[in-house]
């Protein structure tokens, strides 16, 4: 299949993104215009210095800029436009839902207030829903180098905006902080009536995604590569049908892949699991969904089909009531009918 022809299916499919930090979408532009409207210094002394900067070995490494990246968002408004500018650019990629995260501590742990960091996204969704068509979900998730007690404060603050946070999560420095850290705050979490999702097995072995399951009781993992190196874990994942988020250009600009060629999912077709493509923080990894969906394909050789299926599977694993998925996923049909 040629470039041109491939490109064009996957720009017009409609897509769900259920995997994207919205402090990950903060494109360098943006974050000079606000760096400079708040009087904050970036220690970086342009948008080209800056994305200089953005070639990583690890999560770490990536996390580090990532937070230095946040300290410029003060006010309400910043996460608005934060917010709206992801909005915009996956309308044009035929994004037509997203589950969102977004990560309050990394504000918080700075004197700015859950409020104004909840109430500028949050404004910006529903702008979203009413403007664009994207209908939504909020996801708050905890920093996992922080401890335990700093999560519960964040759960605490949360639950102000029950109606509005639909799920909690689990992401930052995976290796050393297991899911068991969290399995108190996450019982809370689910007594509270929020949907659990937790990173795992992304740079941290096989046995995180089954603390995961077990004691976070969680609904999706987010990455899940390292799954493949357990057997009966596979089994299990495949058998409930759990969504894993993956995220192929992330995973590559984090060496968790060293080649797309390389990337798990075609094996994790293979064992029947549930494989979703996301960009995790396509402002530093060089893609929003269609770069994701363009460069598996390439690098792997997938088919229309295939692409069709990923798509499918992006509403299946996602948190619309399934009259909303029959919907999407009807569509999703009507448009590999009429196009190939
Ligand atoms: N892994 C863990 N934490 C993160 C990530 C990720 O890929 N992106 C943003 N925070
Ligand atoms: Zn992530």
Redesign the pocket.
């Given at each position: 299949m040629n470039t041109t022809t491939i490109k064009k299916f996957i720009e017009g499919i409609p897509k769900a993104e259920l995997?994207l930090?919205i402090?990950?979408t903060f494109e360098p532009e943006l974050m000079f215009k606000i760096a400079k409207r708040n009087n904050k210094k970036i220690k970086y002394n342009s948008v080209d210095e800056l994305k200089k900067a953005y070639s990583f070995n690890n999560?770490q490494e990536?996390?580090d800029i990532?937070y230095a990246g946040a300290n410029v968002l003060i006010e309400e408004q910043d996460f608005y436009d934060l917010t709206w500018a992801y909005l915009t650019k996956v309308h044009e990629q035929n994004v037509v839902h997203v589950e969102i995260?977004f990560?309050p501590q990394t504000h918080t742990d700075r004197g700015i207030a859950f409020d104004t960091v909840i109430k500028g996204i949050y404004r910006a969704l529903q702008d979203g829903e009413q403007q664009l068509g994207i209908s939504f979900k909020l996801i708050m998730?905890f920093?996992?180098h922080l401890d335990e007690a700093s999560a519960f404060k964040t759960l605490e603050d949360a639950l102000t905006y029950k109606n509005w946070i639909s799920g909690v999560g689990l992401?930052?420095?995976?290796v050393g902080n297991p899911p068991s850290k969290f399995e108190r705050v996450f019982a809370k979490a689910l007594e509270e009536g929020f949907i659990t999702v937790a990173?795992a097995g992304?740079?941290g072995p096989a046995e995180y995604i089954w603390e995961a399951l077990d004691l976070l009781k969680v609904t999706r993992i987010?990455?899940g590569n390292r799954c493949l190196d357990d057997d009966k874990l596979v089994e299990r994942l495949a058998d409930l049908q759990m969504p894993l988020t993956v995220?192929p250009l992330?995973n590559l600009e984090?060496k968790v892949v060293t080649d797309l060629k390389d990337h798990p999912i075609p094996k994790m077709i293979e064992k029947n699991l549930l494989v979703t493509v996301n960009s995790?923080?396509p402002a530093y990894f060089g893609g929003y969904m269609n770069e994701n969906y363009l460069g598996i394909t390439q690098a792997l050789n997938l088919s229309k089909k295939q692409i069709t299926q990923l798509a499918k599977n992006s509403f299946k694993a996602s948190w619309l009531t399934d009259r909303e998925k029959e919907k999407r996923i009807a569509q999703i049909e009507d448009y590999f009918q009429n196009n190939h």
């Open positions: 995997h930090h402090e990950g999560l990536f996390l990532y995260f990560d998730s920093l996992r992401d930052s420095s995976e990173h992304e740079e987010d990455h995220c992330s984090l995790d923080d």
